[in-house]
Structure formats: C-alpha cells, structure tokens
C-alpha cells in the first residue's frame, strides 16, 4: 500500500501492534492545528484466512484505544471481501452491508462500526462489487468522486478515487489511493 500526503502537513508512521508477515498495512497520522487523523490504510489478498482479518482489526482497535480526545481514524483499503454487499438507505451517507455471513467478515464489519466507522465507498468496480472500503467517523465530512485522469487506469477489479476529508474544520487534505 501507499499513502502520499500533501507536503506541509506533519504526518509520521505509527507503529503497529501486529507485525504478521503477510499484513500489508500502513497507519499514518496526519497532524492538524486542534486535531490528528490517522490514515489506517491496507491491502488483503483474496481468498486470506481469518487470522489476517483479526490481525488487521486488532491494530485498528489498538490504535483506537489509545486515541487521544482530538483524535480521528479512518479505515482504507482493498479488503477483497466480494460476498459482501453495500447498499445506501435513502436519507443515510453511507452504505449498509449485506450478506456478512462468514466470521472474518462479521468481526471485521461488527469492530468498526462499534467504533463508529461507516463505509463510504459508493463506486462498485466493473463486476458490480466493493473490493475498495472507506470507513470513516460517522459525523466526517468527505467528498469521494472519479478523478478526470488518474495515475493508474481504472481495471476490472478496482477504481480509482479521489477521498476529500474535510474533518471538523481543521484542515483540509486531498488523497489518492492506489489499491492492487
């Protein structure tokens, strides 16, 4: 995985708990003037066991347990759980989940949302499934839209988007995530 932030933002790699070999995830922390977001960002292959998806969600949870008061997370990546879907209620700003019927999936969605992340990822890939998940603060403020030209082209199996997250007025920051 990549994350790029904008130069003139302090931003630093977190330490992460969990140092499974096979976990390829990043946690960034973007500091603000009041407040700090931090950036958990990830891929996990197809078909990964369970314990990949516990290591993951056990880092998150870590990270937000230490959180301090001003503090914000959200959860990016390529999770490749295509069984799921997602679907947006009429008056909602973020998508719903269906068909969470295995237990990597019911840990991963259930540890979230109790830490009140929603999904916001609304552009399904060409074969009409989310591979690609955005969770953020249920109270975030966020603009996700295709970009005119991207650095990759736009595949079967992903899409390329631009995340704006405008978080409680304390800076605003544009960024651009690569997914395998």
Known sequence: ???AVRRGFKSSLCDINNHDGLLDQLIISISGVNFSLFLCVSYIPPSS???LYN???SNIISLYDNLAVN???SVLGD???KDISWSKFPYDSFLSPHNVNHNHEINFIDSLMSLNLVQVNHFANQLNRFLDLIFVPDD???QIYKPLLS???PNMHH???IIQITNYNFFSTFAVFKFK
């Open 1 to 3: 995985v990549l994350v």
């Open 49 to 51: 066991p369970e314990n």
């Open 55 to 57: 290591a993951h969600v």
């Open 71 to 73: 503090a914000y997370i």
């Open 79 to 81: 999770f490749n759980l």
């Open 140 to 142: 975030c403020k966020y």
């Open 151 to 153: 650095i990759s082209p």
């Open 159 to 161: 899409v390329p988007l």
